[in-house]
């Protein structure tokens, strides 16, 4: 059975798409979970479905209203520029308006809202060539973002204070990073979901920040595990009918796990010692670039 399907074009753009996403949301997660941001990818997510909502009571595609509505919610992020609990609870404020906003518009509509409902848990194998081409498309915007702004943005994430002090422009590297968020979260969303979109941003980063200071390595890591749980999420479905965001959630929780046991396991001066690497390692460079 699972041979039969493997055969199938459908499975064959799933397992390409999943990739595509799993790549660049374990690239762009090591930033977030640096900058602390899971909240805001949380909130970006859930005003993207508002976003898909609006589209839907507009009469177009809700996916071009997923984009759109991550990329604003991303902006306004960006041009904050908050930190801490202050960043918190504006996220908080708007998110809370913006679901309503949400709630609203799906009322207001007078049709069926499958394809919303499908952005709230994910349809991998649903998606289209043309789909896949998008999805490629956006990758390649954000993956070439993330390679240009690599060094001043995670000086930035790791230490704001000395980047700011040493001339780096945070406000512009704010904004950058929250817009590649914005469109690697809008693309995560067709894959696993606004339920689930933090399996793939964020936890496949907190596990490979487990296991290894090294901001280089810890992204390969990252990028590694996204690409095992996306992948055997989707093969895992072909042979239980189970939906293929659960066992992409469970994948990465279990690596999640596993790195925090290997963590707790070593010498607590070897953890220290290795999570001190990224800014030991790290700022000199970011720094002399700021002053080029």
């Not at 607590?268 to 670039?289: D, F, H, I, M, Y």
Request: with cysteine; charged share 10%; glycine share 10%.
């Amino acid at each position: 059975m699972l041979t039969q399907l493997l055969a199938q074009h459908f499975v064959h753009t799933a397992l390409l798409a999943g990739a595509v996403v799993a790549v660049i949301c374990g690239a762009i997660g090591i930033f977030v979970v640096t900058r602390g941001a899971s909240f805001a990818v949380h909130a970006i997510s859930e005003l993207g479905f508002t976003g898909a909502a609006a589209a839907l009571v507009a009469g177009i595609d809700p996916v071009i209203g997923m984009i759109g509505g991550s990329l604003s919610v991303g902006l306004a992020l960006g041009f904050l520029s908050l930190r801490g609990r202050e960043r918190d609870s504006a996220i908080g404020a708007v998110l809370a308006f913006g679901l309503g906003v949400g709630v609203l518009l799906l009322s207001l509509y007078q049709g069926y809202a499958t394809e919303a409902t499908n952005l709230l848990f994910g349809s991998i194998v649903g998606v289209s060539d043309n789909q896949l081409r998008s999805l490629a498309i956006v990758a390649l915007v954000v993956g070439g973002g993330l390679a240009i702004a690599y060094r001043p943005l995670l000086f930035s994430s790791v230490d704001p204070e000395v980047a700011e002090s040493r001339g780096v422009p945070l406000r512009a590297l704010s904004i950058l990073i929250f817009l590649l968020i914005a469109l690697t979260t809008a693309e995560a969303i067709q894959v696993v979901g606004v339920l689930l979109v933090l399996t793939l941003v964020i936890t496949p980063a907190a596990a490979a920040q487990r296991l290894t200071g090294s901001p280089g390595v810890a992204m390969l890591l990252s990028i590694g595990i996204a690409l095992v749980s996306t992948e055997g999420g989707i093969l895992l479905a072909l042979e239980k009918p189970w939906p293929t965001s659960f066992f992409i959630a469970t994948i990465s929780f279990a690596a999640y796990l596993i790195a925090r046991v290997i963590d707790a396991t070593r010498p607590t001066v070897a953890r220290a010692s290795g999570r001190s690497t990224v800014s030991a390692a790290e700022t000199p460079p970011a720094a002399g670039l700021s002053q080029d």
